[in-house]
């Protein structure tokens, strides 16, 4: 008598069979990264924006999904500069810190990793370059806040292109230091002005608004995609490979405010770049795109509505909450990312791939 095949035994060979086929599709290691994180994007701020949107839905085109556990060294609920830090340099450390561990200790970031193998990076924001998320992959400091000493760490020459907001920080310090013209004669073009136009330099800072970038409800338009385009373009030419990161910003001021719709315009943003990179890496095949948040904004529920098909957004705080955000990943080396790990785990992922130890 032959017996009955049991479904647990079906979903485990339909997880080899795919993970094969995907193994055979892309490169076990990838050479080029583009990391981007949908600052304070949880499961709800996808599942309520991604069920209203008409355009294709990025996130159904992973095959790999993990979860990341957030917490700070010292707090339940992180916040950008413990999140992002901990991407970075692969250590819990306290609320606000950039590029330190929970001593306040400088320790090597990806990007600076990166650069000691040889290859080339970028971020391109929403926000200025200086916030505290694109500040941890390229800064060390004590205090997020601190972003005229941030901008002083791009002379360092481990971030070759930084497009975002900013230009007060580089043009209008406090300290009256002429911080452009040291980074012309370190090798930077920098520009100043409001529109976005493509370049070929392979070392520059493009400086788009005084502070924060304006948001998608008062015109910013198709920025984010345009710039991860460019940044991708221009990081290629290193035939070493690169790593980028992307940030939606914006995503957590709309959670910050509780409103809904500020955030869903901006999540829809960043669902078309993704989309652009997914295209980027389907022909790629030594391309690694991993998508993740460093924490949840505003506490979000999809609560009952009097219309059965729809559902009524609730905030539960002005702040971030402590809950598990997802990890999707694409392409060479996608495989590593499924599961559930801490927030650290994705630092040493990124090292393991690219073998930048």
Not at 68 to 95: E, L, M, P, R, V
Not at 312 to 340: L, N, R
């Amino acid at each position: 008598m032959i017996k009955p095949i049991s479904f647990k035994v079906v979903l485990i060979t339909l997880q080899c069979v795919l993970s094969i086929a995907l193994s055979a599709q892309h490169a076990s290691k990838p050479k080029r990264v583009i990391f981007l994180i949908g600052d304070g994007m949880g499961l709800s701020q996808i599942s309520g924006a991604m069920s209203t949107y008409t355009g294709q839905n990025a996130f159904l085109r992973f095959p790999f999904i993990g979860l990341s556990k957030t917490s700070s060294a010292k707090q339940y609920i992180t916040d950008s500069g413990a999140g992002a830090t901990a991407f970075s340099i692969g250590k819990k450390t306290y609320n606000h810190a950039i590029g330190v561990d929970a001593d306040t200790v400088p320790l090597p970031t990806l990007f600076e990793l990166a650069k000691q193998r040889k290859l080339s990076t970028g971020v391109v924001v929403t926000s200025s370059i200086q916030h505290a998320t694109p500040a941890s992959f390229y800064a060390h400091v004590g205090n997020r806040r601190l972003y005229d000493s941030i901008s002083t760490f791009l002379l360092n020459g481990n971030c070759d292109i930084a497009i975002g907001g900013g230009a007060d920080f580089i043009f209008n310090r406090k300290d009256k230091r002429d911080l452009s013209a040291e980074l012309k004669a370190s090798g930077f073009l920098v520009i100043n002005d409001t529109i976005l136009k493509d370049i070929a330099a392979t070392k520059y800072i493009y400086l788009l608004a005084k502070d924060g970038m304006p948001t998608m409800q008062k015109g910013r338009g198709d920025y984010l995609k345009r710039a991860a385009e460019q940044a991708v373009k221009n990081l290629s030419t290193n035939k070493n490979g690169f790593m980028l990161m992307i940030e939606g910003s914006q995503i957590d001021w709309g959670g910050h405010e509780n409103n809904y719709k500020y955030m869903a315009s901006e999540l829809y943003d960043f669902n078309e770049t993704i989309n652009v990179v997914l295209d980027m890496a389907a022909k790629d095949k030594e391309m690694l795109v991993v998508v993740t948040a460093d924490h949840e904004t505003g506490g979000l529920a999809l609560n009952e509505h009097d219309d059965p098909l729809r559902f009524s957004p609730i905030y539960t705080t002005k702040d971030h909450s402590g809950v598990m955000v997802p990890v999707f990943a694409y392409g060479a080396g996608a495989q590593e990312f499924a599961g559930m790990y801490e927030n650290t785990e994705i630092f040493n992922k990124l090292v393991k791939l690219l073998n930048l130890k």
